[in-house]
Nanobody, 126 residues
Framework: QLQLVESGGGLVQPGGSLRLSCAAS????????IGWFRQTPGKEREGVSC????????HFADSVKGRFTISTDNVQNTVYLQMNSLKPEDTDIYYC???????????????????WGQGTQVTVSS
């Protein structure tokens, strides 16, 4: 059974850092693109970052460029989202998602993703 489990969320002060993890089970990341999205209840889900199969390419939303990085650990079958210089507007529920692809490209479109984790809360506040 294909499953994604996020962890690493929490409360952090503005300017602080968090690292989110997306642990995959039931499939190997070699053949899947992974995306991170965030959502405030009542609003549309927003793409934050994605990484293609085998880490061939990455993409970042303009709002997080230069502050967030994304990486894959193939041994742990886990994707990480390192978030630095956090701002209050980064407060949201963060979700990871996956879709199978042969391309070394990842989509920022939420509708491209077939599998989703349960989400982890990130709160940036003093």
């Amino acid at each position: 059974q294909l499953q994604l489990v996020e962890s690493g969320g929490g409360l952090v002060q503005p300017g602080g850092s968090l690292r989110l993890s997306c642990a995959a089970s039931g499939f190997t990341l070699d053949y899947y693109a992974i995306g991170w999205f965030r959502q405030t209840p009542g609003k549309e889900r927003e793409g934050v970052s994605c990484i293609s199969r085998r880490g061939g390419s990455t993409h970042f939303a303009d709002s997080v460029k230069g502050r967030f990085t994304i990486s894959t650990d193939n041994v742990q079958n886990t994707v990480y989202l390192q978030m630095n210089s956090l701002k209050p507007e980064d407060t949201d529920i963060y979700y990871c998602a996956a879709y199978a692809t042969r391309r070394f490209y990842c989509s920022g479109d939420v509708t491209a993703y077939d599998y989703w984790g349960q989400g982890t809360q990130v709160t940036v506040s003093s």
